[in-house]
């Protein structure tokens, strides 16, 4: 399932802040090359997210969007235990 930034809003989540933090998550991201199957892309703090296709660009694009359905589940939850990157905390 894909968060659409109306379904963040509509939930009272700040999107905006959610974005910004993946992208920031993003820069710790670990980059595997799997021979001929392409990219597995993950960020280790971000426990389930992680994406694999053919290119670097496209794993990476899609690990942003699975960062920010991760982090937007966690916060819909209750859950506490999300990590801050590049100074972007979702704490409350």
């Known amino acids: 399932m894909v968060f659409t930034r109306r379904a963040i809003g509509d939930s009272g989540l700040d999107a905006d802040r959610i974005e910004r933090w993946a992208t920031e998550a993003l820069k710790e991201a670990?980059?595997?090359s799997l021979d001929e199957e392409?990219?597995?892309v993950s960020v280790a703090a971000a426990p389930g997210?992680?994406?694999c296709k053919p290119t670097v660009d496209e794993a990476m694009n899609v690990l942003q969007e699975v960062l920010v359905d991760w982090a937007t589940l966690k916060l819909a939850d209750g859950e506490d235990d999300i990590p801050a990157f590049g100074g972007v905390s979702l704490a409350s």
């Open 38 to 40: 392409g990219y597995f």
């Open 30 to 32: 670990e980059v595997k």
């Open 49 to 51: 997210a992680w994406a």
